[in-house]
């Protein structure tokens, strides 16, 4: 079914979606994205769930470093701790490396449903 849209919009919207998961920096937004990014590609797509996971793996080893870096170390970059205080405008709900790690695979899969529904050929005539 998304196979079947234009390369651009879908792509126009994809990247809308990766820009307002990179501002928004709440834990349940990243999650609520993952989520649906997830049961698109695996409930309407009927991609394997095998090659979802395994096409996660390298953002959520990028994420990790982000989550073992707040939760094992007890230590919050500077600027994670002041996107989350901006946002929340008080003290974080969540850990912001948690957040950060969920922003990885939630951007990750986002691109991901971009790239296992698109097909390159439609893309390139469509730029063209």
Known sequence: MLSQLHPLPKMALCL??????VLVFDLRFQVMTLTLAFGLLW???????????ALM??????????LTTSVLFNKES????????EQ?????DFSP???LFARA????????LFALTTDPGQLVRALM
């Open 16 to 21: 809308i979606w990766i820009g307002a998961s």
């Open 43 to 53: 409930g309407v797509e009927r991609v394997a769930l095998w090659k979802l996971l």
């Open 57 to 66: 793996v390298p953002f959520a080893l990028f994420g990790f470093g982000f």
């Open 78 to 85: 500077g600027f994670a701790l002041q996107m989350a205080q």
């Open 88 to 92: 929340a405008m008080t003290s974080p």
């Open 97 to 99: 490396g948690l957040v």
């Open 105 to 112: 695979l939630a951007c990750g899969m986002v691109s991901a």
